[in-house]
């Protein structure tokens, strides 16, 4: 394997529920990420997948330093990120950025297209000389598929896919090594959403770029990363290569999430087993004791109420080469194939 | 049939235009069938569901042509009171987000309740105990507990399923759901679309589904009417619609949308952007953005074909698309 | 998922009529999905070639340059511009329209109606109507503009900084608001100004902007708020800009336009509580010459003398009307829910 890029060790973001006006008093906090650990290696996609409130959007936000962490380290070519501040954080910034999922709020409306884009410029003067810039943003918009000449224009001109590229190119900017996508294309339209996909694509290719892209479109993700981390509230319960992830799920809620998503085929309805989790999510002020997915899991016992399930190979599978050998919080993990193949 | 829609048509008046949304539709649902409505931004799918329920705004939105026949009669011809009775008890819409459906200031007993109270003159002792048979119907648990409680008290896919239950409260021949799971979670929306074709299917309702995913759409739909520019430019029984497509767009949604169960190469793209409903392309409303264009899609719009039985394309190249 | 949908634009204008008055007009995050409506389809290109190709050549609009645009075609904004832009030449210049000296009394002549010359008549002390109610426009109009800018200046700032940063400071400021907002106006008047003795507008002014800053306060930290939660400060922030940045370049121009509406409004209100405080006694006094007084002094002649109220306070009306329209046609412009 080559060397990681960047390396997650135990992120947790907790915010604090407080009480009283004047006095605060903590009473509690929401446990948004708790305890989650990955490595990204250089040139790859790193997908994460997981449903509203399980803190994906979260942890995208700590990697690229628009949060800090409660605890835990975030280390960029082995040096701690998480505590940096000033001239060495802004030089880390430069490396690692970000696209944003909604393509209206995420560009300044009172900006043109040129400022939007060489704003990055400005904020680091040392990337590309006064003189130079103009024609720096052309040529980045030439390189997300827009016409160089819109560099006048203001974003409220453009469509969706449209503002998401010019995102994207503002992203590109400051030529970073990693990118990281929080839901880039969700708000976009199913025919839109693939161009922005293939784009994504072909910059990762042409600047070899590493992602880490956050969605709830599992589709989207297993087509274009190389491996998958699985959270739910707040931790990872399942990470390995894409196609362990997706052929061989050996953890419940993996197993769930596949059979739920909807599959572009109507003769698949009748012979497709389907696993409909009962309940909700649980809050995640108050997350249950054990495996956090017990509340849920058709198959917890005693065991899953009073111990935490650890992020690594289950012992069942330790010896076993082949796909179902990866990650997987579960006492009980156990390989269950939910998604059909052709 | 339960509802014919024919040859509908809608506009808006903007500030920079006039926006034709809805350019002659023609649909149909029977009772107990699932007909999907699937479409991008701007194919008027949404608008041509509100103008069947009559929640268009008026303006800015026009209805210019055509005419909605529910039960027989025809539902542009009747005055706004007359429609009032209509929606509820004959039709009802669910919304994609339930959370700003729902009144926030009543608890969701009283809001189900009034259903009953309004339109059936029920006491509200009885409107009350309907609200709870009406919460178990769509399996919420402690419906006796929770009937008081308030909508921010419930979770996302609770709330569907309240607003589902509101819905079907009085039992009406067809349901319009515009987009019900889409704000949701995967696993709660396969229990949201599960219990609303479950119920569909117990009080053989005509559903109209609207949406955007052709993932819920093979999973619950009989017919499927494709949407683009707001025209429907190919209907079919959903099987034959995914095993091959007539329409040239129908076939770039399918191959552009990644798979679960492969990982392919580069996805097929759609070139370009979804038309400017000001300024609609002349002929085939798909041209610019279809790889098959020829002189003729500039020039003339091309009818609804019939393709085979239940099955219809507008595209001049029907039988090409449909041969690959 | 927030699917860009026409569709959904046309629902949501059904439902989003609700917040009416200051509040309604959200920086232009929250418009977005209204935006959606036409922007999804008024894109730049439609062209053939290839998903990006040269679309025509369309006038770059800014959402100022829009703005601009809808107030030139409303007739609201073009009446009471009109109305606005002629007070302002005859406080500039009253002698443009009037000969007389305002001053310029002969008791000999006092509350006669019209007179070749002198069209609105005399009032009590026997002065020219018409040249008081010229003159008077001058005051109303220092004293408008003076504590719109006052307030707007300090309401701004000190609401945008605690919307901004947040925490202590703006637990602090918003109970200090809370304090000014108990106060009330025309008894705070009586008490503070009646020890001035000044004979000019500027202790008026004064407190008028005591007491009016909060009130811009509110609105600007308000739509600070608003406008910091969009995802373009937060890109900026990841770009690694600093607070200054962040609050000129992103936030302000994102935010003012609420602040630019409410102080258009509130310059009206002003005007009208000066003269408020002028008929109490203890705004201007004499020999200043302002609506408030002579409405004062002439309101002791109601059954004998109409005329003498009726110049004036008429004057007084259409002037606050011109200005509370001027604010409602720069919210219709700047109201992104409307496009």
């Not at chain 1, 849920?296 to 016992?301: D, E, P, T, Y």
């Not at chain 2, 021949?173 to 119920?199: G, K, R, S």
């Not at chain 2, 191959?255 to 400017?276: C, F, H, M, T, W």
């Amino acid at each position: 394997m080559a060397e990681a890029i960047l390396e997650v060790r135990d992120l947790v973001k907790h915010y604090p529920l407080t009480q009283g006006i004047l006095f605060k008093k903590q009473v509690g906090a929401v446990k948004a990420v708790d305890g989650v650990s990955f490595d990204l290696v250089a040139g790859e996609t790193l997908g994460i997948v997981g449903e509203s409130g399980c803190g994906k959007s979260t942890v995208a936000k700590m990697l690229v330093n628009l949060e800090r962490p409660t605890a835990g380290q975030i280390k960029y070519k082995g040096t701690d990120i998480t505590k940096m501040s000033g001239k060495a954080l802004r030089s880390v910034r430069r490396n690692i950025q970000m696209v944003f999922q909604d393509p209206y709020t995420s560009l300044n409306p009172r900006m043109t297209v040129g400022d939007i884009i060489g704003e990055p410029y400005e904020i680091h003067p040392e990337v590309a000389p006064k003189g130079d810039r103009r024609r720096k943003v052309q040529e980045l918009l030439d390189v997300v598929g827009l016409n160089p000449e819109y560099i006048n224009r203001y974003p409220h001109q453009f469509s969706g896919g449209q503002r998401q590229r010019i995102g994207i190119a503002r992203g590109l900017a400051l030529q970073p090594e990693i990118i990281v996508a929080d839901e880039p294309v969700s708000a976009l339209d199913v025919s839109v959403q693939a161009q922005v996909v293939n784009l994504l694509e072909r910059l990762q290719n042409e600047f070899s770029l590493s992602y880490v892209f956050i969605a709830h479109d599992l589709s989207i993700v297993r087509h274009i990363s190389d491996r998958v981390g699985v959270m739910y509230l707040g931790r990872i319960v399942e990470i390995g290569r894409d196609a362990e992830i997706y052929d061989h799920p050996t953890h419940p809620y993996t197993q769930a999430l596949l059979s739920a998503v909807p599959v572009p085929d109507p003769s698949a309805r009748e012979h497709r087993e389907r696993i409909i989790l009962s309940g909700d999510v649980p809050s995640p002020a108050n997350i249950p004791s054990g495996c956090r997915f017990r509340t849920r899991c058709w198959k917890a016992q005693e065991r899953c109420t009073l111990e935490v399930p650890e992020l690594a190979v289950p012992a069942v599978f330790q010896l076993l080469e082949g796909p179902a050998h990866h990650p997987s919080a579960c006492h009980f993990a156990e390989e269950k194939r939910v998604v059909p193949s052709e | 049939m339960l509802l014919e829609v024919r040859d509908l048509q809608v506009e808006f008046k903007t500030r920079d235009g006039i926006a034709k949304a809805v350019n002659g539709v023609t649909y149909s649902v029977a009772a107990g069938e699932t007909l999907a409505v699937l479409g991008e931004s701007g194919s008027g799918k949404s608008v041509t569901a509100q103008a069947v329920m009559g929640i268009l705004d008026m303006p800015p939105g026009r209805i210019t042509g055509g005419e909605i026949v529910f039960q027989g009669q025809d539902l542009l011809k009747l005055k706004e009171d007359e429609r009032r009775k209509i929606r509820g008890s004959g039709m009802a819409m669910i919304f994609q987000d339930a959370l700003s459906s729902l009144n926030p200031v009543l608890s969701v007993g009283a809001q189900l309740g009034e259903m009953y109270s309004v339109h059936r003159g029920m006491s509200r002792a009885d409107a009350k105990a309907k609200a709870v048979e009406l919460m178990d119907r769509v399996r919420i648990p402690a419906a006796k507990e929770r009937v008081g409680q308030y909508p921010h008290q419930f979770s996302g896919g609770m709330r569907q399923r309240i607003m589902i239950a509101m819905a079907m409260a009085l039992e009406p021949a067809l349901i319009i759901a515009d987009e019900p799971t889409t704000a949701l979670d995967v696993t709660v929306q396969a229990q949201v679309m599960d219990l609303l074709a479950e119920l569909q299917r117990e009080m053989n309702m005509g559903l109209i589904l609207i949406t955007h995913d052709l993932g819920v759409v093979a999973d619950v739909a009989d017919r499927i009417a494709v949407m683009y520019a707001g025209r429907i430019v190919e209907e079919a029984p959903v099987h034959e619609i995914y095993k091959a497509p007539a329409h040239p767009y129908t076939r770039g949604l399918l191959d552009s949308i990644p798979r679960l169960d492969q990982k392919g190469q580069e996805l097929y793209a759609i070139k370009g952007l979804p038309p400017n409903l000001m300024h609609i392309p002349s002929g085939c409303a798909f041209h610019p953005r279809c790889p098959m264009a020829q002189d003729v899609c500039r020039t003339d719009v091309p009818p609804l074909a019939n393709v085979s039985e239940g099955r219809r394309s507008a595209c001049h190249f029907w039988k090409e698309c449909l041969n690959g | 998922m927030p699917e860009p949908d026409f569709d959904e634009g046309a629902a949501i204008s059904a439902t989003g009529a609700g917040g009416v008055g200051q509040g309604a007009i959200a920086p232009t995050g929250t418009g977005a999905a209204m935006d959606l409506a036409i922007s999804e389809g008024a894109t730049l290109e439609r062209t053939p070639g290839g998903p990006e190709g040269t679309g025509p050549a369309g006038k770059p609009r800014s959402l100022w340059g829009d703005a601009w645009r809808d107030l030139r075609r409303n007739p609201v904004f073009i009446v009471s511009g009109l109305i606005i832009l002629f007070l302002v030449v005859i406080s500039l210049w009253p002698s443009l329209i009037a000969s007389g000296n305002p001053l310029k009394c002969d008791l000999s002549k006092a509350q006669l109606g019209s007179r070749p010359g002198h069209p609105f008549g005399y009032d009590g002390q026997g002065c020219d109507v018409y040249t008081r109610t010229v003159y008077g426009a001058r005051t109303s109009v220092t004293v408008g503009v003076c504590t719109t800018l006052g307030v707007a200046l300090f309401g701004s700032v000190l609401g945008g900084l605690a919307g901004f940063f947040g925490g202590g400071w703006d637990a602090l400021l918003s109970r200090i608001t809370d304090i000014f907002f108990g106060i009330p106006v025309v008894l705070g008047g009586l008490v503070f100004l009646s020890v001035v003795t000044s004979t000019t507008v500027w202790p008026v002014i004064g407190f008028m902007v005591l007491l009016g800053w909060p009130q811009i306060a509110r609105i600007a930290r308000g739509s600070v708020i608003t406008a910091k939660q969009n995802d373009y400060v937060q890109a900026a922030r990841a770009l690694g800009a600093t607070n200054s940045r962040m609050l000129l370049r992103h936030i302000a121009p994102n935010a003012v336009a609420p602040v630019i509406v409410v102080a258009t409004i509130a310059l009206g209100t002003y005007i009208s509580l000066e003269a408020t405080l002028s008929y109490l006694g203890v705004g201007l006094k004499p020999p200043s010459v302002s609506w408030g007084i002579d409405i004062s002094a002439a309101s002791q002649y109601i059954r004998n003398a109409p005329h003498m109220l009726l110049w004036p306070a008429g004057a007084l009306a259409v002037t606050v009307l011109a200005f509370i329209m001027l604010g409602d046609a720069v919210r219709d412009a700047l109201d992104p829910k409307l496009r």
